[in-house]
T-cell receptor
């Protein structure tokens, strides 16, 4: 079964608007972490934001926020005030933590294009 | 503080040759992970190593692929007798224990 599902292969957003990138996950663990990474056309993977399963508050990092809905197993990324430089692939990832194992599972990504 | 370093950034090999990919983790990080990204896909976990130990290699193909993280020096991902299907971007990430993984710039392997 897919651990991480990103259902939006591509998204468009007008510059300065907000956009939400969807991510749902599947785990039976109580303790896990959720991450978002950005991959621009240059190819590197840039860490954006982290949410722990026990965190009560939604994570925020500058213009990025993570809309964490534990009961629905969703961890959507919200980018506010989009900029042209936000155009990139965005990957949602989960780390679940059975003992001794520390794997990341990645979704298939969402390609975001910011329109001037 | 230098980030995760990977070299080479691009590697071209002919079928049957060996590919060696190197990864130097961030300073202070003792956990190294290797991932493969095929075109138009997300990253797939390959192997997780700590110094001198392979912790989890459940994502590694059973043949031709091996990884090490010696006491001194970088982590090495080795692919023997490469085939066209090995063409991909290979990313290394490092972390402290069970914390956020930080990725290197990747090595793009092209097998002719």
């Amino acid at each position: 079964a897919q651990k991480i599902t990103q259902t939006q292969p591509g998204m468009f957003v007008q510059e300065k608007e907000a956009v939400t990138l969807d991510c749902t996950y599947d785990t039976s663990d109580q303790s896990y972490g959720l991450f978002w990474y950005k991959q621009p056309s240059s190819g590197e993977m840039i860490f954006l934001i982290y949410q722990g399963s026990y965190d009560e508050q939604n994570a925020t990092e500058g213009r990025y926020s993570l809309n964490f809905q534990k009961a629905r197993k969703s961890a959507n990324l919200v980018i506010s005030a989009s900029q042209l430089g936000d155009s990139a692939m965005y990957f949602c990832a989960m780390r679940d933590c059975p003992p001794q194992i520390d794997q990341f599972y990645f979704g298939t990504g969402t390609s975001l294009t910011v329109i001037p | 503080n230098a980030g995760v370093m990977q070299n080479p950034r691009h590697l071209v090999r002919r079928r049957g040759q060996e590919a060696r990919l190197r990864c130097s983790p961030m300073k202070g990080h003792s956990h190294v992970y290797w991932y493969r990204q095929l075109p138009e896909e997300g990253l797939k976990f390959m192997v997780y190593l700590q110094k001198e130990n392979i912790i989890d290699e459940s994502g590694m193909p059973k043949e031709r692929f091996s990884a090490e993280f010696p006491k001194e020096g970088p982590s090495i991902l080795r692919i023997q007798q490469v085939v066209r299907g090995d063409s991909a971007a290979y990313f290394c990430a490092s972390s402290t224990a069970q914390e956020t993984q930080y990725f290197g710039p990747g090595t793009r392997l092209l097998v002719l």
